[in-house]
């Protein structure tokens, strides 16, 4: 990492921290609903009112960033949800929920192509970019395991009813990032002017960004079955309280930051498929585990409270480790463009997979929640072998 980029990456890390915690407190929320009458189905479309302003907005977000700079941008991302969060605690009606996550989805939207953008503006060769992605992406770990921690222990007090007032915090941290990049000195990436969004886009329709969008599709897809609706099957399968539930939950969030962190520290000793195609492996072994524990033992089936949270380990590298290689193969002009394609496909990922887990839980389906990860992995694994095998031959 250049000197240049380590002067950033506080803010940078306390940023992916921000929206870390405003993203993934949904699986607290879907929690805290369900116990108020609010259906399943009704939870699983709330997460597309995250997700789709996410796609929606990205490229969009492009011509806005190249105009104001990344850093002014992401100043502006960040108050919006520092007031968000300032007015969640005194709103109650549903509705505010799904405007609330669509201005979260779309500030995120802005926020995440300025970070890569900024980061790809530092940095060109590849492993070097995977160890600066795993270095920032790892606090979005910590954002998991802040949310699921601080709100867990809040709604298991004698002020459970207060909870949304946690909020409030990530307001003030907003406060703290946002002083801190106004202070910062960040490098602009120049961006080529007066060419349509659409004759950009026509460069990356090779097979190879095709295959590339379609991992990150299925690398999100799996990831939001565990990050979203972990805690309900818990709860739900294997009858913990919620405290506990979100608990269990953040100790996937810390084996994610260790394996984002430890990947940071030693990934320049792999090759990166080698080093994908490994955790791939490794995740695949867990889960068949998994599935023979739930099938074969279900009496001592609460050991899957702790072995869920071991496929964080190996599951957490894989986005970072994929988005380095293929980034690094694009020309900083067009990494703006770029990037809104991997919050497209990304969000698009997030909000199908919420869908069908919504459907799981509606119809009393929690005993396929293990097949249903597993297969999604295996349909991961195929895509990614084709797409290193047509990359390597490009």
Known sequence: ???????????????????????????????????????????????????????FISLFAVGFINKTGAKKALILALAIVGLCSCLLPFVEVFWFYKLWFAIIGACFAIGKICVFGIIRNNISDEKSLAKAMNSVEASFMVGIFVVNTGFGWLISSQYSEFWKFGF??????????????SKAKISEAKTLENKSILSELSGFTTPVVALFLGVIFFIVFVEQGFNSWLPSFYKNHLKVNSF??????????????????????????????????ACMSLIVIILLTIVGIQYSDSENSKVLLFLFPVIGLFLSP????????????????????FTSLIVIFSSLGSSVSSIIMALLFENQLLNFYPLYILFSVILLFVISLIYFNVSNRK
Do not use: H
């Not at 915090?169 to 801190?180: E, G, P």
């Not at 894989?318 to 463009?337: E, H, T």
């Open 1 to 55: 990492m250049t000197s240049k980029l380590s002067n950033i990456s506080l803010p940078l890390k306390l940023t992916f921290l921000i929206f870390s915690m405003v993203l993934n407190c949904m699986g607290l929320i879907i929690l805290q609903l369900a116990d108020a009458n609010i259906t399943y189905g009704e939870l699983g479309f709330l997460e597309s009112f995250k997700d789709l302003p996410v796609a």
């Open 244 to 277: 506990f539930a979100l608990q269990a939950t953040s100790f996937l969030s810390l084996f994610s930051y260790a394996g984002r962190t430890l990947t940071a520290n030693i990934i320049r000793r792999f090759s990166l498929p080698g080093y994908y195609m």
């Open 318 to 337: 894989l986005y970072p480790v994929i988005n380095s290689r293929m980034i690094a193969q694009v020309d900083k002009d067009k990494i703006n463009l």
């Open 168 to 181: 409030l915090l990530i307001a003030a941290l907003s406060a703290v990032t946002i002083f801190l990049l």
